[in-house]
Nanobody, 121 residues
Framework: QVQLVESGGGLVQPGGSLRLSCAASDFTLDYYAIGWFRQAPRKERDWVSCISSSDGSTYYADSVKGRFTISRDNAKNTVYLQMNSLKPEDTAVYYC??????????????WGQGTQVTVSS
């Protein structure tokens, strides 16, 4: 059964850092693009970042560009989202998702359960 499991969320002060992990099972992660999304209370789910498998290209929403870094470790079948200089507006549940293809610009067919990130003093 294809599964994605996020971890690494928590409570952090503004300006702090967290690293989220997305561990994949029952499929080879390096064949597919993996995206990160987030959903704040009473808001729509937003796309945050994606890493392709075809050439390792990375993409970011403007709101996180320069602060977040997505990476993958194919040996561990895991994708990471390093989040620095966190702001209160980054507070949300963060989800990783598997793309249908190697490129980031296709639909996503499997989603993790989410991990809560709270940025507050």
């Amino acid at each position: 059964q294809v599964q994605l499991v996020e971890s690494g969320g928590g409570l952090v002060q503004p300006g702090g850092s967290l690293r989220l992990s997305c561990a994949a099972s029952d499929f080879t992660l390096d064949y597919y693009a993996i995206g990160w999304f987030r959903q704040a209370p009473r808001k729509e789910r937003d796309w945050v970042s994606c890493i392709s498998s075809s050439d390792g290209s990375t993409y970011y929403a403007d709101s996180v560009k320069g602060r977040f870094t997505i990476s993958r470790d194919n040996a561990k079948n895991t994708v990471y989202l390093q989040m620095n200089s966190l702001k209160p507006e980054d507070t949300a549940v963060y989800y990783c998702a598997k793309s249908l293809e190697a490129s980031c610009w296709y639909e996503y067919d499997y989603w993790g359960q989410g991990t809560q990130v709270t940025v507050s003093s």
